[in-house]
T-cell receptor
Framework: GQQVMQIPQYQHVQEGEDFTTYCNSS?????IQWYKQRPGGHPVFLIQ?????EVKKQKRLTFQFGEAKKNSSLHITATQTTDVGTYFC?????FGAGTRLTVKP | ETGVTQTPRHLVMGMTNKKSLKCEQH?????MYWYKQSAKKPLELMFV???????ENNSVPSRFSPECPNSSHLFLHLHTLQPEDSALYLC???????????????FGPGTRLTVL
């Protein structure tokens, strides 16, 4: 698996605002996975993207895989306090550093 | 509950102690993993076992010794650890298909290790 770079490291938003985290690689990725880790918890699988330009949605979460398969993003619309946690991207067992999201009610 | 259990959940040990972490998966998966998660570094892959064979060892110090007696159980034997080894140790499992893409990993709750 390739090492993936993830930004930002931290993001603090007001409840109702949108949130986006980005994952980048210098090489083409076979796939990208996204996980969420709640405070005090363990990573939980959210989704896997495989195809170039793929877009998948899960309620307020939108996941994208770049056309060149070198980047990916996770966008949350209208954040809620339940969205708090650290979001990781991963490629074949290699995890990005994660983006820690905090939401102010 | 993800179907992956880890014991103990918390462990405090001295640098001269020997202890073992245990992981068990009830999902019928054929691959198991050890990760280290500390405040200073992202999730670090330590060991990978696929079909009970170690397929990856990411330059982990020899004071960490993994053991995979069968596809459902994974151990991490610890001896003469250092304070900087204090971290959350996470076990995960997945179903790996030959020639196929990596599948989602299911993580256990982790063992919070403190080395004094």
């Amino acid at each position: 698996g390739q090492q993936v770079m993830q930004i930002p490291q931290y993001q603090h938003v007001q409840e109702g605002e949108d949130f986006t985290t980005y994952c980048n690689s210098s090489t083409t990725l076979s796939n990208i996975q996204w996980y969420k880790q709640r405070p005090g918890g363990h990573p939980v699988f959210l989704i896997q993207l495989v195809k170039s330009g793929e877009v998948k949605k899960q309620k307020r979460l939108t996941f994208q895989f770049g056309e060149a398969k070198k980047n990916s993003s996770l966008h949350i619309t209208a954040t809620q306090t339940t969205d708090v946690g650290t979001y990781f991207c991963a490629n074949d067992m290699r995890f990005g550093a994660g983006t820690r999201l905090t939401v102010k009610p | 509950e993800t179907g992956v259990t880890q014991t103990p959940r918390h462990l405090v040990m001295g640098m001269t102690n020997k202890k073992s972490l245990k992981c068990e998966q009830h999902l019928g998966h054929n691959a198991m993993y050890w990760y280290k998660q500390s405040a200073k570094k992202p999730l670090e892959l330590m060991f990978v076992y696929s079909l009970e064979e170690r397929v990856e060892n990411n330059s982990v110090p020899s004071r960490f010794s993994p053991e995979c007696p069968n596809s459902s159980h994974l151990f991490l034997h610890l001896h003469t650890l250092q304070p900087e080894d204090s971290a959350l140790y996470l076990c995960a499992s997945s179903q790996v298909r030959v020639g196929g893409l990596a599948n989602e990993q299911f993580f256990g709750p982790g063992t919070r290790l403190t080395v004094l």
